[in-house]
Antibody
Framework: ELQLVESGGGLVKPGGSLRLSCAASGFTFSDYHMNWVRQAPGKGLEWVSSISYSTSNYIFYADSLKGRFTISRDNAKNSLYLQMNSLRAEDTAVYYC??????????????WGRGTLVTVSS | QSVLTQPPSVSGAPGQRVTISCSGSTSNIGAGYDVHWYQQLPGTAPKLLIFGNNNRPSGVPDRFSGSKSGTSASLAITGLQAEDEADYYCQSYDSSLSGSVFGGGTKLTVL
């Protein structure tokens, strides 16, 4: 079964750090570009970051997040990561891992995890 | 403020047809980039509904269709059913932002 399972969310104080993980199964992880999308409570979807199937190729971030978030992957472990530093209250959201299809830049997201909630609060 | 503009809500009776618009600009939809659509049922993760402007993934009913013209795109749902009640999002690429962008989302209510 095709599956993405996020983990690592939780409550963190402003200025703190958190590392999210996404475990992939049911497909050849190393063949696909991957992606993080977040959704603040009661709000819409916001693209966060994308990474190509080979880490050395392409990495992209939403402008508002550059410098604070780092996306990475370990194809040997079928895992995607998001290191989040200097967290702010406005980073509070459900973070989704999503698989990418299509030809750049017309990427779209065909497989989504259930998400992991990150709450930034003192 | 989302780069792609969608109406906050639309509604329709069972069996009717509704459309959801997605308005962009010359740096995204108008530049020729594809538009994709997602359905998010309450309390669940988004699901791909339409890709590449007007293509349906396997398993998506043909009641759902997409179109694009100029700087805008639309999602049409015919034969509205109670199970279609959800939030719908458009997505494209924006060359000014060098990344993917989503619309603000549209809540569909089936009356």
């Amino acid at each position: 079964e095709l599956q993405l399972v996020e983990s690592g969310g939780g409550l963190v104080k402003p200025g703190g750090s958190l590392r999210l993980s996404c475990a992939a199964s049911g497909f050849t992880f190393s063949d696909y570009h991957m992606n993080w999308v977040r959704q603040a409570p009661g709000k819409g979807l916001e693209w966060v970051s994308s990474i190509s199937y080979s880490t050395s190729n392409y990495i992209f971030y939403a402008d508002s997040l550059k410098g604070r978030f780092t996306i990475s992957r370990d194809n040997a472990k079928n895992s995607l990561y998001l290191q989040m530093n200097s967290l702010r209250a406005e980073d509070t959201a459900v973070y989704y891992c999503a698989r990418v299809l299509g030809d750049y830049p017309d990427w779209y997201f065909d497989l989504w995890g259930r998400g992991t909630l990150v709450t930034v609060s003192s | 403020q989302s780069v792609l503009t969608q109406p906050p809500s639309v509604s329709g009776a069972p069996g009717q047809r509704v459309t959801i618009s997605c308005s962009g600009s010359t740096s995204n939809i108008g530049a020729g980039y594809d538009v994709h659509w997602y359905q998010q049922l309450p309390g669940t993760a988004p699901k791909l509904l339409i890709f590449g402007n007007n293509n349906r993934p396997s398993g998506v009913p043909d009641r759902f269709s997409g179109s694009k013209s100029g700087t805008s795109a639309s999602l049409a749902i015919t034969g509205l059913q109670a199970e279609d009640e959800a939030d719908y999002y458009c997505q494209s690429y924006d060359s000014s932002l060098s990344g993917s962008v989503f619309g603000g989302g549209t809540k569909l209510t089936v009356l």
